[in-house]
């Protein structure tokens, strides 16, 4: 059995799965865990060949391939297939990678591997050339082959590799063709970049494909505001800062927390909303009422408040200030956004970071983590899922003001808020997503996916995106969806599938309130499970499984070989929730299995 563990690029879809060997194809059906993990193990305690792919639950964006019952010196070829949407990068480029600096060992020695001539070495799971004698190597180098085809909704105005030596590029109206060029030397260590420039990047578009497993249309509609607010254009925001107050914030770290706040108080721009909140098992606001207007006198009180400020607050409790804020919904048009300052020692980091992620449609989410014991996986992962950034204070830190600046600079974009989607024949749309549609910011665009009902009329649908923005004005989109205007393949379908699956994972969905909480009689799993077994794309409750039937059963001792890797922790997982714990039960149902390669 060899088990693989490696990224992909994050929110993929992972929509295929397949195994080539002695030329036939074994195409992988997507079940739900246990079943597919069941299917499994029977097949390899059949003697038959068995191949498995799921992602870690705990672990965003890395996979797992099991690729069970491989015969002494047979090869077998594993083809994955995923869509992601591409992301919007900085001067309005659209960005394409793919992560190999962890998906591959370093390639430039190769990694050999001794291939067991024997079945007398069952238990060495880690296999490696510190642990096997054998005398018949076998060398693996790694490498990477790769060719890109551009077909964009605008024409390209250019294309550019700054991360590998690539042939071709030269933009062809909507279209380009690249390939890498052959280098022994190949930086497998870094990640495959694509920058690309078009033409017109604030041109809206609509792609539609035909969903052939459910028989029905899916619609991509794409649009990228222009919120550029010109020379003499004024930012309107709400700012809140949740200060930690906790008694682990006594010492150098309610000084600093100081100084940062004097910083940030004298900083942000006029007319900007504010407020202040502390924090430790209990909370205080500064403003009761809510966030008022900065001037001159809300300054002079605000810094009177922050020079009083201690550690004096008890234990720490983010949530309950976090649901207090929450509570009272920002002002129309007016984005709001969220600084926490705190050394983060909690004991509900995942209900913090879940939390957050449920409002981040009315809230952007900025931290500091304050220093150098913060916690980093706390601050970074509230961050992300308040679609903000995170920056760390240590002990010795001198560069407070750069920092607050710089998360100043990130904050201080126009938004469009309170997005709404219409359509002028409701009767003919299932549904769309997502659900709740968080604000844009500036320099990110809106993706929205509709699915159309089998008796959508080839033409009049229009779908109408309207939105509020007290810095740029209102945002209205009106676009025609025309479903003769069929484009080959199903990358729309499951990239739309994805997305619904997304908002049940983030309490977005339809099966929750606007708080995050779950509807009465809904099962969230389930629903999951059924969406993504209906369109044959991974999700964390799934996983792909093919079973290679086999004339004659393999038999023998079944051996893990662990694929390493230069940069991921790899090993056998340790419980069935980590996407392992098949040794014991295929032990249970007899085993079975040869060696592999």
Not at 36 to 46: L, Q
Not at 521 to 536: F, G, M, R, Y
Request: net charge negative.
């Amino acid at each position: 059995e060899a088990v693989y563990m490696f990224p992909l690029p994050e929110g993929a879809t992972v929509c295929g799965f397949e195994a080539l060997i002695d030329g036939r194809v074994v195409e992988g059906k997507v079940k739900e865990r246990e079943q597919a993990r069941d299917t499994y193990d029977d097949a390899i305690a059949s003697g038959h060949g068995a191949y498995m792919l799921e992602e870690f639950k705990d672990k965003k964006d890395l996979f797992q391939a099991s690729i069970g019952n491989l015969p002494p010196g047979k090869e077998v070829t594993i083809s994955i297939r995923y869509v992601v949407e591409l992301f919007v990068g900085v001067n309005k480029t659209v960005l394409f990678s793919i992560p190999t600096s962890h998906a591959f060992p370093d390639s430039k020695k190769g990694q050999i591997f001794h291939v067991p001539t024997n079945n007398n070495n069952n238990n060495n799971n880690n296999y490696n050339n510190n642990n096997n004698n054998d005398k018949d190597p076998s060398t693996i180098s790694y490498g990477l082959d790769l060719a890109v085809d551009l077909d964009m909704s605008v024409d390209i105005a250019s294309v550019v590799c700054p991360s590998h030596k690539i042939e071709g590029g030269a933009p062809q109206g909507h279209n380009s063709h690249i390939k890498l060029m052959e280098d022994p030397k190949l930086p497998l260590s870094v990640n495959f970049e694509l920058v690309v420039t078009l033409s017109d990047p604030h041109l809206s578009s609509v792609r539609i494909q035909k969903d052939v497993l459910n028989n029905r249309h899916v619609a991509m509609v794409s649009a990228f505001p222009n919120q550029d607010l010109g020379e003499f254009g004024t930012i309107y925001t709400e700012m809140i800062f949740l200060i930690d107050r906790s008694g682990s914030m006594a010492g150098s770290k309610i000084g600093k927390v100081r100084d940062t706040m004097q910083i940030f108080l004298r900083s942000i721009p006029e007319g900007t909303l504010f407020n202040i909140v502390g924090f430790g098992s209990r909370h205080e606001v500064l403003h009761k009422s809510g966030s008022v207007e900065y001037n001159e006198e809300s300054l002079t009180n605000a810094l009177e408040h922050v020079g009083r400020m201690n550690a004096n607050l008890g234990g720490t409790d983010i949530l309950s200030p976090l649901k207090t804020i929450f509570k009272t919904p920002p002002k129309e048009g007016i984005p709001r956004q969220i600084f926490i300052l705190t050394d983060g020692q909690v004991e509900n980091r995942k209900a913090c970071i879940d939390y957050v992620r449920m409002h981040a449609t009315t809230t952007r989410v900025f931290m500091f983590g304050m220093g150098d014991d913060a916690d980093a996986e706390l601050v970074k992962g509230m961050a992300k899922a308040g679609e903000g950034e995170a920056e760390l204070i240590g002990g010795a830190a001198d560069n407070i003001d750069i920092l607050v600046l710089k998360q100043l600079q990130r904050s201080l974009q126009p938004a469009l808020t309170d997005l709404k989607v219409e359509f002028n024949e409701p009767s003919q749309v299932l549904a769309y997503s997502p659900y709740r549609m968080p604000p844009i910011w500036a320099g990110s665009r809106l993706v929205l996916y509709i699915f159309l009902s089998p008796d959508t009329q080839p033409a009049g649908l229009q779908v109408t995106v309207t939105a509020k923005s007290a810095s740029i004005g209102d945002y209205t989109k009106t676009l025609p969806i025309d479903i003769s205007q069929v484009l080959p393949g199903d990358f729309i379908c499951k990239l739309a599938a994805r997305s619904l699956i997304k908002g049940l994972e983030e309490g977005r969905s339809h099966l929750h309130n606007p708080d995050g909480s779950v509807l009465p009689n809904s099962d969230i799993d389930a629903e999951t499970i059924k969406l993504s077994v209906a369109n044959q794309i991974l999700s964390k409750l799934t996983a792909f499984v093919a079973v290679e039937k086999r004339n004659t059963p393999t038999e023998g001792t079944l051996q893990i070989r662990q694929i390493p890797l230069s940069n991921v922790k790899v090993g056998v997982p340790d419980s069935d929730k980590e996407g392992g714990g098949r040794g014991a039960r295929r032990q249970q149902k007899g085993g079975g299995g040869g060696g592999g390669r």
